[in-house]
């Protein structure tokens, strides 16, 4: 025997023993030790007022918060649009709607022929071996039931709020009296609605995916998505009073260009002045915190049942909200602008690889949860991706990261948010920029500002290069802009510069 032969069979018989113990593994429907699973949790118009990130301080959103302390929270974390399907297609594509041309609430990806062939996270993973469920409010519709098996495994419901009373609670809103345009106490139960019925589906399927994994479920909640619609216990915390509102200047479009106005030229979401005028500012904002923390509970319902299973710590959870909402902010309500209340949402990361309660300044996109997955779970990146890996963050200590989060809103209005400045360009090129840490509600344009030139240079350079055409059946929501006549068209429409603003 050499001097070499005795470590050789210790290593043969070690590797031997190694290989063993993960075919056992494997016989007994377990898994190797580097198949992660994925838990995650969309939730539809969850802006910044939830307790991890702190925009509201009488938020109640104890499971996110108890989620946030095993895991990282990105305090600075971006939507790629301030709406659902643009939003939601950046997202599960890995690709910038500047690329995508997706803008609009429709057309769906699957109906875009370059988009449809390429694959979704689900369809990553999947090919992968990961076993996909999905369930509720993840793409914004449901694919059709041929395409259903493209994407997933197993499919639940579909629920949206769920309860509708016999009329509108408020009525008539502004612009058309939209349907879900509408807030306040109802006096349904709880396991009426929407949410409860999808917590209670994903619970139920963390058992089936418990002997199938390594899986990879999306669940996404509705609320605190309009209607918001909630019996009176989850009102309760929040005072009937004004100290619930959020601060607002009432000059505070002065400085706006005229151009921020087309993004949400003619919604059904109400003004200020229209809340104001019929006594139900305080109702919405009271809605909005009640809904938020009715599905928060939802949440946590899913949270208990993985660890239960005794999944928590092999499974990745990951929170994202779709877009923000602004609830008299900038004298509006809604989505469909390039500002902070619009775009930052939570983004939470919990399980195995990540640093538990940590918190990270640093901006990050949505973009990069499609790549971040991909690498916590060990599975190859796809080609083209455009999100960065969010692991140097997720780990303890961090690593600096200098590339901003960018939302784009329609073709051509980009936002560029780094850890200090949130810098605006709309396709007219007209420009913001402010101050977030002096000036964190975003008060006072600096655009025009000769003293801020470099800072509007840096912020500039990060512009997408590419601002894609709105693609073949882009409809809602859909503003483009014709440098050459100087016009902005609305969903068709052309805006003329002396239009009055709609109210
Ligand atoms: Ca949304
Ligand atoms: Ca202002």
Redesign the pocket.
């Given at each position: 025997m050499s001097q070499f032969g005795r470590p050789r069979i210790l290593i043969g018989v070690a590797w031997g023993l190694v290989t063993a113990l993960i075919l056992a593994g494997v016989a007994c429907g377990g898994e190797a030790p580097t198949r992660r699973n994925v838990l995650m949790i969309a939730i539809d118009d969850m802006n910044d007022w939830v307790g991890p990130l702190g925009a509201h301080p009488m938020a109640r959103t104890p499971n996110l918060d108890r989620l946030a302390e095993r895991g990282t929270t990105f305090l600075n974390a971006h939507v790629q649009a301030p709406l659902c399907n643009p939003s939601r297609v950046s997202l599960l594509l890995g690709l910038r709607p500047s690329t995508t041309g997706v803008y609009g609430l429709a057309p769906l990806h699957w109906n875009v022929p370059e988009l449809a062939v390429r694959p979704t996270v689900f369809e990553h993973f999947r090919s992968h071996g990961y076993r996909v469920a999905i369930g509720g409010k993840v793409f914004h519709g449901m694919p059709p039931p041929a395409l259903r098996s493209k994407f997933a495994d197993t499919w639940g419901p579909m629920p949206g709020a769920g309860v509708r009373p016999p009329s509108k609670l408020v009525s008539p809103t502004p612009m058309g009296n939209h349907p879900a345009m509408d807030w306040g106490v109802v006096t349904n139960g709880d396991e009426e609605f929407g949410d409860y019925r999808l917590a209670s589906w994903a619970c139920a399927e963390l058992k089936v995916c418990a002997t199938n994994q390594p899986f990879f479920m999306a669940v996404g909640f509705f609320f605190p998505h309009v209607p918001c619609y909630a019996n009176a216990k989850w009102f309760e915390p929040f005072p009937d009073d004004d100290s619930v509102l959020p601060i607002v200047?009432d000059?505070?479009?002065?400085?706006?260009p005229r151009f921020s106005w087309y993004l949400h030229w003619y919604l059904p979401e109400p003004r200020l002045r229209w809340l104001r005028d019929q006594g139900q500012w305080r109702n919405f904002v009271r809605s909005y915190l009640a809904c938020t923390y009715f599905m928060d509970a939802q949440l946590g319902r899913v949270l208990d049942a993985l660890e239960s299973l005794g999944l928590a710590d092999r499974t990745i959870v990951v929170v994202w909200g779709d877009n923000g909402f602004h609830l008299g902010e900038k004298l509006i309500t809604g989505k469909n602008t390039l500002w902070e209340r619009s775009t930052r949402v939570p983004l939470i990361f919990a399980g195995p690889g990540v640093a538990s309660g940590a918190r990270r300044a640093q901006p990050a996109e949505l973009l990069d949860i499609y790549p971040t997955l991909a690498e916590l779970c060990g599975l190859p990146r796809p080609e083209g991706l455009e999100g960065r890996s969010l692991l140097p963050q997720l780990r303890d200590p961090p690593a600096p990261r200098t590339a901003p989060a960018i939302t784009t809103h329609n073709q051509g209005n980009h936002s560029v948010r780094s850890e200090r400045w949130r810098y605006i360009r709309y396709a007219d090129g007209t420009e913001e920029l402010y101050d977030m840490v002096h000036d964190p509600h975003?008060?006072?344009?600096l655009a025009r500002d000769p003293r801020y030139a470099d800072v509007l240079a840096e912020h500039r350079r990060w512009l997408p290069r590419r601002d894609a055409d709105p693609v073949q059946g882009s409809a809602d929501r859909v503003l483009v802009y014709d440098p050459e006549t100087d016009t902005a068209v609305w969903e068709g429409r052309p805006v003329r510069r002396e239009d009055p603003i709609p109210e």
């Open positions: 200047r000059d505070d479009r002065d400085d706006c975003e008060w006072t344009n």
